[in-house]
């Protein structure tokens, strides 16, 4: 079976290896859009091509250097009808998608979902931010040393955004649920890792330095993310978290429903 994983990316130079390697490994395909980077992000991908990166292709910015999410999730929407492929998935390169148990790769599990009637997965987000005592991650080995994460469910389904090929296919709610009549969705969530930043410095340079496209703010997509500071970003005490020694101890249970970055949320102490 193939599966392809539809990346798009800005400015992703820290994660877009980690995460086409992490992909490999699983059997899965990707196919990567930019949008526009001015980093190394493309130049990094490129090293992959014909070796499980079916592609690369620009996207233009938006308006006044913004990020035009609904046209990235349009164009991802059009690709997952011209590329050939039995399943595809909708994600970010700070993501790490996981299958159920350690003893299968992604490939594999989503065939057995296959094979059992179903043709959508949800992903259950666990997000893995630094600490007070642990503030810097950022550096090639951080999926080694970031280990603290909370889980993370605003809404359920959350991330259903794995999918048999189906040309009638739409990725919904900012691209958080895919949408097509008949959907039938597979009773299980695997997990999903989100690195959301690797230290306060990141994050700025993350969330801060982006700029959103007016309309879709307007909208309500992006959230905490639109309006952030840099004075507003603060990190947790590590006891605030869980800590995870390798992924078949990661906790779903009673997740979070706002970010603690979120800064709607009580400020942290």
């Not at 992490?22 to 490129?46: F, K």
């Not at 592609?55 to 997952?80: H, M, N, Q, V």
């Amino acid at each position: 079976m193939r599966v392809v994983a539809l990346l798009a990316a800005y400015n992703e130079r820290r994660f877009i290896e980690p995460c086409l390697e992490h992909l490999q490994r699983h059997g899965v395909d990707a196919y990567l859009i930019d949008n526009g980077s001015t980093d190394e992000t493309v130049d990094l991908a490129g090293r992959r091509l014909g070796n499980g990166l079916l592609g690369i292709e620009s996207f233009p910015r938006g308006e006044g250097d913004t990020y035009d999410w609904r046209g990235l999730l349009r164009r991802k929407e059009k690709l997952a009808r011209e590329l050939e492929a039995d399943w595809f998935i909708h994600l970010d390169p700070d993501e790490i998608r996981l299958p159920p148990s350690s003893g299968q790769t992604l490939c594999q599990a989503l065939e057995a979902v296959d094979g059992e009637g179903f043709n959508a997965v949800n992903f259950i987000e666990l997000t893995f931010i630094p600490t007070r005592e642990q503030p810097d991650h950022d550096h090639p080995g951080f999926h080694r040393t970031l280990r603290t994460y909370y889980p993370f469910a605003p809404t359920s389904p959350h991330q259903l955004n794995a999918w048999k090929a189906n040309p009638e296919a739409e990725l919904t709610a900012g691209g958080h649920r895919v949408k097509f009549p008949g959907l039938r969705a597979y009773p299980r969530s695997f997990p999903m890792k989100h690195y959301l930043f690797l230290s306060v410095p990141h994050a700025i340079e993350k969330y801060v330095q982006r700029r959103y496209d007016p309309g879709e703010v307007e909208g309500g997509w992006h959230g905490w993310r639109a309006s952030i500071t840099a004075a507003d970003i603060r990190l947790p005490g590590e006891a605030e978290l869980r800590v995870t020694r390798f992924d078949d101890d990661l906790d779903p249970s009673e997740p979070r429903a706002k970010h603690y970055i979120d800064m709607s949320e009580l400020p942290l102490g």
